[in-house]
Nanobody, 119 residues
């Protein structure tokens, strides 16, 4: 089993920044990729970003390109999401997830952290 714990959410004004962290523990941690997803009220969960664990290749949904940056610290089994120029539409619960064997198999999920962008 893998346990994922997110942190770093909060309330921020439009244009502000937050940095989310996701720390993994448990079985030998060697995922294929780590992803960030979000779910806004009354909406389905959506993909935000992904980083391939071994290569470091990154992917972003179009709405966050140029504003969000995903990174990882392999030694700490931690993935980060730096969020800049935040907009009210970024308000959501953000979840990290670990994919094993392929990006179609997000097998482990954190409990989520709330991000609220409001003036």
């Amino acid at each position: 089993q893998v346990q994922l714990v997110e942190s770093g959410g909060g309330l921020v004004q439009p244009g502000g920044s937050l940095r989310l962290s996701c720390a993994a523990s448990g079985r030998t941690f060697n995922p294929y990729a780590m992803g960030w997803f979000r779910q806004a009220p009354r909406k389905e969960r959506e993909f935000v970003s992904r980083i391939n664990w071994s290569s470091g290749t990154t992917y972003y949904t179009d709405s966050v390109k140029g504003r969000f940056t995903i990174s990882r610290d392999n030694a700490k089994n931690t993935v980060y999401l730096q969020m800049n120029s935040l907009k009210p539409e970024d308000t959501a619960v953000y979840y990290c997830s670990a994919a094993y064997y392929s990006v179609n198999n997000y097998a482990y999920w954190g409990q989520g952290t709330q991000v609220t962008v409001s003036s």
